[in-house]
């Protein structure tokens, strides 16, 4: 939670303004910059409000509506039962019941949930049957003074297939709009989705104007800035604020150093932080020191490549391992596509093309502007370069 005070702050204020301000939350990032630590939060302010909280971390297999269709149902029954043991509510519970309970009536597969089943008036679109659901469990829990909120995190996962004419997202966008804008006064149902950077995209390719259902947490690198002048960064806090009763501190030169090396990323401080610390601990040390640090940097460097980068690599088609090396090869965290293009001497740029589409529909890459592209992974760009230098055979 290090440097993320403020967006915690946030999120509790939208919660204390709900349903009169409605706000929901765009969470992103790349890999290890805390949005999963951020969502725990989240989901313990909404606790401590007294909130109804729905959390689930979503897959590739919800791109397919009735996958999704049964997902959405068991999240809103769930919401339900937190509902369930008023007696003053009971009209209002049988009625929500039954909506959700048609959300999933003739979608292929004859697929179902343990709800009271909705017969023959469900809505013929998806989006349709769960904005209606979601109505449904809004006015339930405005009557029952509580929100809800549904958490939802590895949300870059998730798309919509226009071709196959599988439109999940889209649904769980419009079943959104419905229930906060339809109503008067708005309905306690509030939406946070957090995932990789193509997140926004999939957003906004799903519903026009998706920009607007959102308030944007974009997280990034620990600042490398100190608040004032001789008082340490917040990326150096990060490393020395959880060691400093331990016995074994970070001398102050060493944590600035560290949190530059690894750009301030907040999964980086945190194995380097654990590893300097194991490190002292061993040899009796007094405190972590330039010189360990100077000692063990290698070594620690080589864990986190074998952790955090190679399978992420392999994880690639050979020709796409390829246009990774060759991208790097061009430097930095990000590139340009024609200048890859131009790169390859035997492929043709339509090929070109493939391989950087294969790599951001597998989240490799993602799409910065027109043209430009991106890693998902920070520093991913030198480890290739540090790990997989160009061959002659790339070239």
Known sequence: MADREVQLQRFCGYLRDFPDKRRNVRLSGLRGVGKTVLLKEYRAAARERDWVVIRRDLTARLCQEPDFAVALADDLDTAIRSFSGAARLRGVLASAREAVGEITVGLPGGVSVSVKPGGTRSAPILEDRLGNALTHVGRLSAKAQRGVVFLYDEAHTMHDQPRRRQYPLGALLGAFVQAQDEEDPPLPVMLVVSGLPP??????????????????????????????PGEPSPAALALAKPAADTGIPFQSAVAERVARDVDGYPYFIQKYGEALWDAADAANLGSVTPKLYKDTRSRIQDALDAEFFENRYLDAPRADQLTLRVAADLGGEQFEVAKLAAEFAGRNANATR????????????????QGVYAYTAPLFGDFV????RRQSSDR
């Open 354 to 369: 493939q391989s950087v589409n294969r790599l951001l529909k597998s989240n490799h890459i993602y799409r910065v502007s």
């Open 199 to 228: 997140l926004v995209q999939n957003l906004q390719a799903a519903r026009s104007h998706a920009e607007r259902l959102f308030r944007v947490e974009e997280l990034g690198n620990l600042s490398l800035v100190p608040f004032a």
């Open 385 to 388: 370069r540090r790990k997989y």
